[in-house]
């Protein structure tokens, strides 16, 4: 007893109401899930691909699908149209239009003479001091690229001669291959879907139309850029195939460390020691910037970690070159590691004079936590 057939729509997963569209959706992620060349071996999923390119034939068809809708499987064997044969030409180029990139290894169908192609981006790391990132500058940089080879102008044939039609696939780029029980195009495997064919290749770049070089390029890195930024450098990439346009150049920027500075967004922070003398009795003290020192003054009882603001100091911001930071300067107070006996006299005559009154936050700490544990 012959086994009874499976609905079509059924094994496409669609309605009966789907559109033409949505039934080529759904063939392709079925026949893509099931493919013999995704599944090795697997006479199941085998099975279920002929199922559904069946099914997909028929319901791609105007007229097929109306027999079908209309009397089931016995009104396409009425009407001439079954579906279960891989000959008629209508298959071979849905088939060929659905799966052309998957076969082909990335889109690239290769047919006819090949084409002109984009040359390859390249990449580099950029050292530049903290002084260069907040005001700009101009470097210098070496780069190994591929150039079109001057000999041949990037043809790859040698010098009077001239590139041949590839004989296996005519210049079509393709050839036919089988695949189980289908045939597919697939990239002629002579000329890697080019059409044609070297047959006296350029000694100077043995027929690759490119030759390796060192190449020294000019950068301008702007005012404002920070440490791990990428910049891009158009056109200074590998050159093109073909006569197509060169790649770019990616710069990582690498940001030395500076003596006295670090950065915090177009903030720069600066850490300047003062004496307990100074911080106690006040003083004007000389701090530095990135455009040289200026005076700061420090008023009388100044704590450890005060931080002062001088505006305008910092970073000129890399989306608003007219904006600029400041700088912030964090005072460290020092405290004298070696005294004299005549400085630790002096010190505990200043201590017993002055009593809680000199160390009021040390006061206020120290009557809390009285408080806490009481």
């Known amino acids: 007893m012959p086994q009874e057939k499976k609905d079509y729509y059924e094994i496409l997963a669609v309605m009966r109401t789907a559109s033409l569209d949505e039934i080529k959706k759904a063939y392709r992620k079925c026949a893509l899930a099931h493919h013999p060349d995704r599944n090795p071996g697997d006479k ?3 099975e279920r691909f002929k199922e559904a390119t069946e099914a997909y034939q028929v319901l791609s068809d105007a007229e097929k699908r109306k027999l079908y809708d209309a009397y089931g499987h016995a009104g396409l064997d009425l009407g001439g149209g079954g579906g ?4 008629g030409g209508g298959f071979s180029n849905v088939f060929e239009g659905i799966f052309e990139d998957f076969f082909s290894g990335g889109g690239q169908s290769g047919r006819g003479q090949e084409r002109a192609r984009r040359g390859g981006d390249l990449q580099t790391d950029l050292q530049i001091s903290f002084d260069e990132a907040a005001f700009g500058a101009d470097k210098e940089i070496e780069i190994a690229r591929e150039e079109t080879c001057a000999s041949c102008k990037g043809d790859g044939a040698k010098p ?11 210049g079509s780029g393709q050839v036919m291959a089988s695949s189980g029980f289908f045939s597919i195009s697939r990239p002629c495997h002579r000329c890697h879907g080019k059409g044609s064919w070297v047959d006296h290749p350029c000694p100077s770049c043995r ?5 390796p070089v060192r190449r020294k390029i000019h950068v301008k890195v702007p005012a404002g850029v920070d440490n791990g930024l990428r910049m891009r450098v158009t056109g200074e990439g590998e050159a093109g195939l073909r006569g197509g346009p ?9 940001v030395l460390q500076h003596e006295f500075f670090s950065r915090q967004g177009d903030n720069i922070l600066c850490e300047v020691p003062v004496s ?13 910037t990135l455009t040289g020192s200026t005076a700061l003054k420090i008023p ?9 603001k001088l505006k305008g100091k910092g970073i000129a911001s890399l989306s608003r070159p007219k904006e600029i930071g400041d700088e912030e300067v964090r005072v460290v107070v ?13 010190l505990s005559q200043f201590a017993a004079l002055s009593g809680d009154q000199v160390n009021p936050l040390s006061s206020s700490f120290m009557s809390r936590m009285k408080k806490l544990f009481s």
């Open 207 to 211: 027929g690759g139309g490119r030759v």
């Open 44 to 46: 199941k999923a085998e």
């Open 300 to 308: 009388a009882g100044t704590q450890n970690g005060k931080v002062f």
């Open 160 to 170: 009077g001669t001239s590139r041949s039609v590839c004989s296996v696939c005519q």
């Open 246 to 254: 060169r790649g770019d150049l990616y710069l990582d920027l690498q």
């Open 84 to 87: 279960s044969g891989f000959s």
């Open 276 to 288: 307990f003398v100074q911080a106690a009795l006040g003083a004007e003290i000389q701090v530095p």
């Open 334 to 346: 020092e405290t004298p590691t070696r005294l004299s006996e005549k400085q630790r006299e002096l």
